[in-house]
C-alpha cells in the first residue's frame, strides 16, 4: 500500500507537470521554437535513457542506435501516411480523421515493435559476441537499416519521406490540443518508467549481473541469453518510438538524420549523464539538447566544443554527471 | 560474364581493397598493442591526404624550386607521412596517454578516440570551410590496355605500393627487436614493463607506424581519386574499422586480408546489382560472417579462466 502511495506519487508529479506544459503551450506562453527544443528533450531523453540500458546497465558499446530509431520512425510514419493523409503513392485517406487520435499511439508502438524485432539483429549475435566484435555488429546493423531505406523507392529511397505533417493537422481538427506534445510527454513518461522498473526489478537486474560477470551470472542462474534479447529488444523498441515521435514532430525524414552521427549524439548523452545512472541520462538529455540549441550560433564550431567538452569531462569526470547513482541517492531521507 | 570485366572489376576491387588495407592496419596496430580502438584513425587518414595537399602546393606552386613532378610526388607522400605521425602522436600524448596512466575504462579512451575524430574533422571544416578541393596531379595518368583490359599506372602503383607497405610492416613485427616488443605486449601486458621494455616508447612507435600508413592511404587516395574534403575520412575510416576486425582485429595479416575482402565484396557487388545496394549487402555479408567465426578471419579468442 505505501509502495504504490510511492509510486503514485512520482505519477501525480508528472501529471502535474505535463498539464503545466501543454498548458502553457496551448495558450501559447512560449513560441514554436521553444516547443520544438522541449519536444526534442523529450525524445531525446527516449533515447539516451533507452541506450543506457545496453551501454550502461549491460556494459556493452552498441554504436548503432540511431538504426533503430530509423525502423521506428518510417514504420510509424508509413502506417499513418498510409491510414489518415492522401499521398502520391499510398493513395487518399483509408480511415476518417476521428480514429488518429486512438490510432496514433497504437502505431508509435507497431512502430517500436518493428525497431524491437530489428534489435534482434544486434541480439542474436550477441550471444557469442561481446565487446570489440558487438560493437561493429551495431555499426553493422546502423549501415543496413540506413541502406536499406535508401533502396526502398515507395518510402521515398535517399529523397526523404514526408506527409507526417498532414497526419498531425488531422489530428489538429479532431480537437485543436498541442497533440504531439501531448504524446511526447506520455512516451516519455512512459519510457522512463518502463526503463526504471525495468532496471530495478530482479529480472532486470540480470543484465547488471552480465556486466559485472557474463560466466558467474550464467551461473547464479540467470539466464543470460533470454536476458539480452529482453534488453536488446527493450532498448531498440523504445529508440523506435523515440524515432515515430521524432518523424512527426519534424515532418519530415529521410536515411541522412539516422547516421553513425546521430548514433554518437545519442552515445554522448549516455556518457554525458552516467553510464547506468537513468537519472543521469534524463538529465544529461534536458542539458545536451539545450546545450546544442545555445551553442547553434557557432555552426560549425559547435561540434568542435562539444567533443571538446566531452574529452575534458573523460578526463577530469569519467563516471559522468551521476555517475551510476540516481538522483534519490542524494535525498536519503527520501530512500525506501 | 565474360571474363575480361571479370579481370576489369578484379584489378578495381586490388585498389580500393588497397586503400582499405591500408587504413586497416593503422586500427589493427594500435587495437594489438593498446587494446584500443582508435576512432579517430579515419580522420588521420583525412589529415594525411590534406597535409599531402599542403606539401604538394607549397612544393608545386612556389618559384623558388622547381623539381620534377615524380620527386615531388615522392617527397609529398614522405612528407605527409611524417607530418601525419606528429598529429598521430600528439592524439596519443594529450588525449589518451592521461586517461591511460589513471587506469580508467577502457571505453573511456574509446569515446575520447571517437570525439578526437569529430574534433580533427569539424576543426577541419571551420578552418578550412567545406568546399572541396582538388589535388594537383602529380603524377600523369597513363593508361595501359592489354586486350580489353584497362589498368592506369597510379593503379598499379597503389596495389604495389600496399602489398610493399604490408610486407615492411609485417618485416617490422616479425624480424625486429621493436615488433617483438610490439607483440609482447599484445600476448602478456602485465609481465611485459617487468622486463625492462619501455611501453610508453613502444606505444608511441605503434602510434607512428598507424599513422604514417594512414597518411600513405591518404595522399594515395587522392591521387587516384583527386577531391579532399574534410568527411572523406568519416566513411572510409569506420568501414576500414569493419575490415580490420573481420580480419581478426590484432592481426596484420587479418587486417590485410579483411580490407581487400571488403574493397571485393564492395566492387563486385555494383558491378552485379545496383550500386545503392553496395553497402547493404557488404555489411550483410560482414554480419553473417561475423555472427559464424565471432573473432574474425585470423583472430583467435582467448580463454577465459573462472
Redesign the interface.
Known sequence: MLHSLHTCRYWILYALFSFTIIFGVHHEWVNAYIQLIMMFIGINIILSSSLNIINGYMGE?SCGHAGFMAVGAYVTSVLNVWLFASDRVFGPAVLSGNWILLLFPLTLLIGGLAAAFAGL?VA??SF??RG??L???T???N??V???I??IQTIG??RGFMGMRKVVNAMGDVWDIPWMMIFVLIFTGFSVWVIWRFVSSTYGKGIIAIREDE?AAEIMSVNTQQMKITAFMLSSGLAGIAGGLFAHVLGYINPGSFT?MKS?EI?VMV?LGG?GSLSGSVISAVFFTILLELLRPLQ??K??V???M??LL??FR?EGIMGNREIRDFFPGKRK | MDSQILIQNFLNALQWGSFYALIALGYTLVYGVLLLINFAHGDIFMVGAYLGFFFAIVLTGNSLIHLPLWIVFIMTVVLSMIATSFVGVTLERVAYRPLRRKGTNRLYVVITALMCGLILENGNLAVFGASRRSFPELIEKTIYSFGGITISNIKIMVIVTAFVAFIVLEMIIRKTRIGMAMRAISYDRVAVPLMGIPVDRIIVFTFVLGSSMAALAGVLFVTAYPVLEPYMGATIGWKAFIAAVVGGIGEIRGAFVGGFLLGFIEIFVAAFFPSTLRDLIAFSVLLVLLSVKPTGLFGFSRSTKI
Do not use: C, H, Q, R
Open positions: 558499446f539483429l542474436i549475435p557469442n559476441t570489440d566484435y560493437a561493429i555488429i555499426l553493422a546493423v549501415y543496413i540506413k541502406s536499406s535508401e533502396n529511397g535517399a560466466i553513425i554518437t552515445m556518457y553510464m560549425v564550431i561540434w568542435v562539444i567533443p571538446l566531452l574529452i573523460m578526463m569519467p
